[in-house]
Nanobody, 124 residues
């Protein structure tokens, strides 16, 4: 059984930081890469960042480059998203996802498994 569980969301002021965590189990833990996506009300789900389990290669959306950092702990099968210099436009529900495909990380259709999401709200 596949399971992805996110945690770490909350309310923070603009300029603040949050660290999201995603615990992978089951088939998700043997995937090729993990990604973070976000979805604001009335908007499509969008790519935020991705990381490969083996090499640790990272990929970021332009909107978060330099502010967000994705990392992983292979032993614990955990993926993290450190979010700094948060802006009100970062407000969204953040989802963790797993993919078995190499080289394709930016689209929701590239991912096989999804968590339930964690809410991040940034106040101005």
């Amino acid at each position: 059984q596949v399971q992805l569980v996110e945690s770490g969301g909350g309310l923070v002021q603009a300029g603040g930081s949050l660290r999201l965590s995603c615990a992978a189990s089951g088939r998700a833990s043997s995937s090729h890469a993990m990604g973070w996506f976000r979805q604001a009300p009335g908007k499509a789900r969008e790519f935020v960042a991705a990381i490969t389990w083996s090499v640790g290669s990272t990929y970021y959306a332009d909107s978060v480059k330099g502010r967000f950092t994705i990392s992983r702990d292979n032993a614990k099968k955990m993926v993290y998203l450190q979010m700094d210099s948060l802006k009100p436009e970062d407000t969204a529900k953040y989802y963790c996802a797993a993919t078995g495909r190499a080289g394709r990380y930016y689209s929701t259709t590239d991912y096989d498994y999804w968590g339930q999401g964690t809410q991040v709200t940034v106040s101005s």
